[in-house]
């Protein structure tokens, strides 16, 4: 059976293009950091904000008003936490991680390596990806409060 009624169909239908246009209009007015993979709060927003919109789709009690409830509220947080992260220090080193130094001039820095868990291969692979197939050639390579690894060559 590919599906166990009709209703249920339109439903989802609905309830999606709702929930779509709504999560857009609302993203619009709390900005483009609300969808931003910066730090690991922007991350744990972008998940919610799935998860929010699977679970109003699948779940026939979760209703269309509760869907924009919880989004307003995932983003209103979101927001309150940004504004207070640039506004208050304490508050962003509570929130925020530090840029790490995973590699200088010509040294693998193993202590911060291990503390950070990369693997000197990860490193090869982003010098490899800035377009440099040379250790020699790199300054450094720095572990960003995203995740991502930065490179700066010499």
Known sequence: ????????????????????????????????????????????????????????????????????????????????VSNFTVKIPFFNKAIKSEPALLFYEDKFLTKTLKKERVHKEEIMQAVRESGEDDMSQIKQVILETNGSLSVIKK
Not at 13 to 38: D, H, P, T, W
Not at 45 to 56: E, K, P, Y
């Open 1 to 80: 059976m590919l599906f166990s009624d009709f209703n249920t169909i339109v439903n989802i239908l609905i309830k999606g293009v709702c929930i779509y246009i709504f999560i857009i209009l609302a993203l619009k007015i709390f900005g483009k950091r609300s969808l931003a993979k910066l730090n690991a709060f922007d991350f744990v927003v972008t998940i919610a904000l799935g998860s929010i919109l699977a679970s109003t789709l699948t779940n026939s009690k979760v209703t269309i008003s509760a869907g924009f409830a919880s989004i307003l509220v995932v983003l209103f947080l979101q927001y309150l």
